[in-house]
């Protein structure tokens, strides 16, 4: 094997300043320090497999003697390359604890070993042909946002509906402020209109559009779990409402005026707005849940009737239920009802349900979540089982 020039994570002080962070939403023009979070679960489970390995059963069935991480790569991606299940990022981490001490800081160029030996496997950085691990001189590279340690999973697929995605508890948005005309007697509003909207705004100068708010029912009971709002698009405050009188010395109501600055889709009379949240900066780190968990899926994300990979799903379970980002999930399929013809009777019988699928959650509110369809084999439709993998 050849020398690997590496660049280690502890000596990336100055990079991880740009290349670290996980910006959610539009790009940044300055980089932010992160720390990454590690539950006490994934670092208990890469200790434990730190110092044995893992056993061969669970490697990949075409696991590669050793890999380079290339630029695109993400920790999901290593994953399915070494492992059989690719959220189990923990036992990858583990393998090779004591030369990658932060599973979310592994960058490109690295090349990764897989050692096989008293039938566990470990994962370690490649060393030189002289066999002494690759000497590592810390310096300094510049690198811009975005262009340094690998992530979690393909970002660029759940970053569009991290603002979009919401799930009111309430039906708060009926009380929210909301347009009440456009200019030039316009029924519709694009971006660069102005929009006249009456309301309180309670200080705030940026706000999301948002339709009127649809309650999402729970599959199996019916019971409202919380409230999905058509995104539209987002507005700034521009002018502050007034209050006058016309030439008869009646008050007269000046709504305030907004500036349409993004669109989804055409904004109109009756809309509601909602003022834009901080801005999070998340990483998100695939891992089962520590508990069982179970549910159907309450909605597909959009007007579609039925969803395949890469597309968005709502869940009828939240942080109440014990539901986290970063959770993977299995898909089932329910097995359909048919007739046993080998029997004179011809009973009816149900076939098992079978996996089909996987979902990523990214976004967890109180008692819904939203989650990205990974991989699927059927089309998903309203009512789909979810479990832990």
Not at 167 to 195: I, K, S, W, Y
């Amino acid at each position: 094997m050849t020398a690997i020039r590496l660049v280690p994570p502890f000596a990336r002080r100055a990079s991880q300043l740009a290349a670290a962070v996980l910006l959610m939403g539009a790009a940044a023009s300055t980089a932010l320090a992160v720390q990454w979070p590690v539950t006490e679960q994934q670092r208990g489970t890469a200790n434990q497999v730190a110092s044995a390995g893992v056993p061969l059963s669970e490697l990949a069935p075409n696991a590669p003697d050793s890999y380079t991480v290339k630029r695109g790569d993400t920790l999901w991606d290593i994953s399915k390359v070494f492992l059989r299940s690719p959220w189990r990022w923990p036992e990858l981490w583990g393998m090779n604890l004591e030369q990658i001490r932060n599973p979310h800081l592994i960058y490109p160029g690295q090349v990764l070993v897989l050692e096989k030996s008293g039938g566990r496997a470990r994962l370690r950085l490649a060393t030189d042909v002289s066999g002494n691990t690759v000497k590592l001189s810390p310096r300094v590279r510049s690198t811009a946002l975005g262009d340094g340690a690998i992530t979690s999973i393909p970002l660029h697929l759940i970053e569009p509906f991290l603002n979009e995605a919401v799930v009111f508890n309430t039906n708060e948005l009926a009380a929210a402020p909301r347009v009440v005309a456009a200019t030039e007697g316009r029924v519709l509003m694009t971006r660069g209109d102005r929009a006249y909207v009456r309301g309180d705004l309670g200080g705030a100068r940026d706000f999301r559009l948002f339709r009127e708010a649809k309650p999402l029912k729970d599959p199996d009971n019916g019971e409202i779990l919380g409230y999905e709002a058509a995104y539209l698009g987002t507005a700034e405050y521009t002018r502050p409402a007034e209050e006058g009188t016309d030439d008869k010395g009646k008050a007269q109501i000046i709504p305030a005026t907004f500036v349409i600055t993004g669109v989804r889709s055409e904004v109109g009379v009756g809309d509601r707005l909602s003022p834009v949240p901080a801005r999070e900066f998340i990483s998100y780190a695939p891992h089962p849940p520590s508990q069982p968990i179970a549910g159907r899926i309450v909605s597909i994300y959009g007007e579609a009737l039925n969803a395949g990979q890469n597309q968005i799903v709502a869940l009828n379970r939240g942080a109440a239920d014990g539901m986290e980002r970063g959770h993977v999930l299995s898909l089932w399929r329910a097995g359909r009802i048919t007739r046993d013809e080998t029997d004179p009777a011809r009973p009816q019988i149900k076939l098992p349900d079978e996996r089909h699928g996987l979902l990523f959650v990214f976004r967890v509110f109180e008692r819904v979540s939203y989650a990205l369809i990974v991989s699927v084999q059927e089309p998903v439709i309203v009512g789909d089982k979810f479990s832990q993998p």
